[in-house]
């Protein structure tokens, strides 16, 4: 199968409903253009490949991506400033990038087959994609300033949405109809030297690097007494809550540990214990950050209220926490609240430390729309301070060594006058200086 296109999209940017409306209007439209350009006959048509439709339960991911960058016709990016974070973004950009350049040292033409959209506004291009041309007149001003989804938003049917999608089928007609560029077989997205232009270095961790996540919520069996609890939040396990399940369907701890692994982690997820203060000891000590989920209304549940205190009460250089909110939870709703009343009882010294900080390491009322942004944010900033926690220890044990390897002064000492039996008592010649006391005794003393 030859894909008229692949729709490449960061896709842990929130709901992916307008993505999927605006990849459901485009193949509808190339359809029509396709039918215009045959005279009405029946037209084969390659369904164009978008992830969460294309991808069957049980399939090979990275192989189905693969096969489909190495057969698709044209590639549209969508672009957002989370596309050019995105470490699998960038590395499709490569794979089809290099079969266009293929084409173009075989054909002598650019195809011109990596079609941009601007989807969000996006204030730096990386180095690596600025070749490609995106800004297109044609599109008009609302489109350069405030990008396509907002378009989409403000007036789904709208006569200026209607148009660009329009123009970008026909865009992809041509690339696709009058250009093949060379397939390329066995793709393998995973592999290092499929790593793309971006995210820039400075985007990614370091080699090595590593990540704790935490979670402390509720199960589908200790959650479904209170009525208060909506019934599609809870899983088997604390790791299945997912607050969002309205927006998206993957669990928090999930959407968190494939972003963290899209910018170089190594991810482990557990669960919130007694024992969290010595893992996060633990986690500090190899280098890893730790980052909390907690729901609000779990927080002082057993025994999460008793370690989240402790927690609140200790200093753990290397963490953070953030309190995702659900909808219900957001602004004035029926559940905002409870939602704050527990956040405020269980971290209370967290919360007033938080206090006109720009950016505190607990991170509470976040909803779907703010939780890439915000791990991303505290990651950050927990990666500074444990560095500067790391250091200031190896600065300190470098000096300790220095100090205990320096030859210390043998010190005169004299013996303490013990009283004879029948007698005063009798002095006692001073050691030389020469005959130092034994180790044990100099450090008695």
């Not at 894909?3 to 990849?23: C, H, I, N, T």
Request: hydrophobic share 35%; with cysteine.
């Amino acid at each position: 199968m030859e894909p008229y296109f692949f729709l490449s999209y960061a896709r842990r940017r929130g709901p992916r409903v307008l993505v999927k409306r605006f990849y459901d209007d485009l193949c509808a439209e190339l359809r029509q253009e396709l039918r215009r350009l045959r005279k009405g006959k029946p037209v084969p048509f390659d369904r164009p490949f978008l992830d969460v439709q294309s991808i069957q339960i049980g399939q090979d991911w990275n192989a189905a991506l693969g096969d489909a960058l190495g057969h698709c016709r044209t590639m549209l990016a969508l672009y957002t400033p989370d596309y050019f974070r995105s470490d699998f973004c960038g590395r499709e950009w490569k794979a089809f990038e290099d079969r266009q350049r293929s084409h173009r040292e075989l054909a002598g033409v650019d195809a011109e087959a990596l079609i941009p959209v601007l989807w969000e506004p996006v204030q730096s291009i990386p180095a690596g994609a600025a070749h490609i041309q995106y800004d297109n007149l044609e599109f008009g001003e609302n489109y350069a300033q405030w990008g396509l989804r907002r378009i989409l938003v403000a007036d789904p049917g709208g006569e200026e949405y209607r148009r660009i999608v329009n123009l970008l089928a026909r865009q992809i007609l041509v690339a696709a109809e009058h250009f093949r560029i060379p397939a390329a077989e066995g793709l393998d997205l995973t592999a290092p030297e499929s790593a793309g232009p971006f995210p820039s270095a400075a985007q990614r961790a370091e080699p090595g690097s590593h990540a704790l996540l935490l979670v402390a919520a509720r199960t589908s069996g200790t959650a479904h007494h209170q009525r208060s609890t909506d019934p599609g939040c809870h899983g088997e396990s604390p790791t299945d809550w997912n607050p969002y399940h309205t927006e998206s369907p993957e669990p928090v701890a999930r959407r968190a540990s494939q972003l963290l692994e899209e910018r170089g982690f190594t991810v482990r997820t557990g669960v919130v214990s007694d024992a969290l203060g010595a893992t996060l000891d633990e986690a500090r000590g190899q280098g890893q950050v730790a980052v909390l989920l907690v729901e609000a209304r779990a927080a002082a549940d057993e025994p999460y209220g008793r370690a989240l205190r402790a927690y609140d009460r200790s200093n753990h250089p290397g963490s953070a926490a953030i309190v995702p909110c659900g909808p219900d939870e957001a602004g004035d709703g029926p559940q905002s609240k409870p939602y704050w009343e527990a956040v405020r009882s269980v971290l209370p010294l967290n919360w007033a430390k938080g206090a006109g900080d720009p950016l505190p390491l607990l991170q509470s009322g976040i909803g779907s729309d703010e939780f890439d942004g915000a791990l991303h944010a505290v990651v950050a900033k927990v990666q500074n301070h444990l560095f500067s926690f790391l250091e200031t220890i190896k600065l300190d044990s470098l000096e300790r060594s220095r100090i205990t390897s320096t030859s210390l002064p043998v010190l005169s000492t004299v013996a303490v006058a013990r009283p004879e039996p029948n007698g005063p008592a009798r002095p006692q010649p001073a050691r030389p200086s020469s005959d130092p006391l034994p180790l044990e005794q100099e450090q008695d003393r």
